[in-house]
């Protein structure tokens, strides 16, 4: 009987790819053959990456080990593999599909390069001071964001701009609690005045 969860799943208009618990990579194709493939640590993340045709001919996976493995769309086969410090890859992001280029973020709020023409294949680019929800690059900025904070930062880890909805949050948590307050302490101050009696009008005849 299989048991396996799915965990990460991924939809593009050539097919479907999902990612089960124990490392087992399946690719459900639109129109073709199923293919499987199995990598050695629980997919984390998923991204696809369009080829020279505008199609989607390659599958970004990070995992739970700190690796990265690229595959081919639809055969599945590996072309590249990466490993990284850090713990989990929380997130991928293209460079450049040309060379392939890759900006990986891992459990730990390190921020990777990767890919075949990288020095030494993986060069730690800076740290961000927590776990890293999501990044992208976008005019030579690398946005992070991390829970309810955001964060820009260029190549060298310098940071460009920084917002953190949590303070928003608080700000607009207090405004409703100081309505809330009013609005009680004005039903209150109705209830402790006395209504006026209504005196009952003579009847005319």
Same mark, same amino acid.
């Given at each position: 009987?299989?048991?396996?969860?799915?965990?990460? +799943?991924?939809?593009?208009?050539?097919?479907?790819?999902?990612?089960?618990?124990?490392?087992?990579?399946?690719?459900?194709?639109?129109?073709? @053959?199923?293919?499987?493939?199995? @990598?050695?640590? @629980?997919?984390?993340?998923?991204?696809?990456?369009?080829? !020279?045709?505008?199609?989607?001919?390659?599958?970004?996976?990070?995992?739970?080990?700190?690796?990265?493995?690229?595959? +081919?769309?639809?055969?599945?086969?590996?072309?590249?593999?990466? +490993?990284?410090? #850090? #713990? @989990?890859?929380?997130?991928?992001?293209?460079? /450049?599909?040309?060379?392939?280029?890759?900006?990986?973020?891992?459990?730990? %709020?390190?921020?990777?390069?990767? %890919?075949?023409?990288?020095? +030494?294949?993986?060069?730690?680019?800076?740290?961000?001071?927590?776990?890293?929800?999501?990044?992208?690059?976008?005019?030579?900025?690398?946005?992070?964001?991390?829970?309810?904070?955001?964060?820009?930062?260029?190549?060298?880890?310098?940071?460009?701009?920084?917002?953190?909805?949590?303070?928003?949050?608080?700000?607009?948590?207090?405004?409703?609690?100081?309505?809330?307050?009013?609005?009680?302490?004005?039903?209150?101050? /109705?209830?402790?005045?006395?209504?006026?009696?209504?005196?009952?009008? !003579?009847?005319?005849?």
């Amino acid at each position: 009987m299989n048991n396996r969860v799915v965990v990460r +799943s991924l939809v593009t208009p050539e097919g479907n790819l999902v990612a089960m618990d124990d490392g087992t990579i399946v690719w459900r194709p639109t129109n073709g @053959i199923r293919r499987q493939i199995k @990598i050695d640590a @629980i997919a984390t993340v998923l991204l696809a990456i369009k080829g !020279p045709h505008h199609t989607y001919d390659t599958v970004g996976i990070g995992d739970s080990n700190g690796g990265i493995t690229l595959l +081919s769309l639809p055969l599945l086969q590996v072309i590249e593999r990466f +490993s990284v410090q #850090g #713990g @989990i890859v929380r997130s991928l992001c293209v460079v /450049s599909s040309a060379v392939s280029k890759f900006l990986a973020a891992t459990q730990d %709020g390190t921020v990777w390069l990767i %890919g075949p023409e990288v020095p +030494s294949r993986t060069v730690q680019l800076f740290c961000h001071n927590a776990p890293i929800t999501s990044l992208r690059l976008e005019e030579e900025m690398i946005h992070i964001q991390s829970g309810w904070n955001r964060r820009t930062y260029d190549w060298t880890g310098t940071t460009q701009y920084e917002f953190n909805h949590a303070e928003e949050f608080e700000v607009r948590a207090e405004k409703r609690a100081n309505r809330r307050a009013r609005i009680l302490e004005s039903q209150q101050r /109705s209830s402790d005045t006395k209504q006026p009696l209504m005196l009952d009008l !003579p009847a005319l005849a």
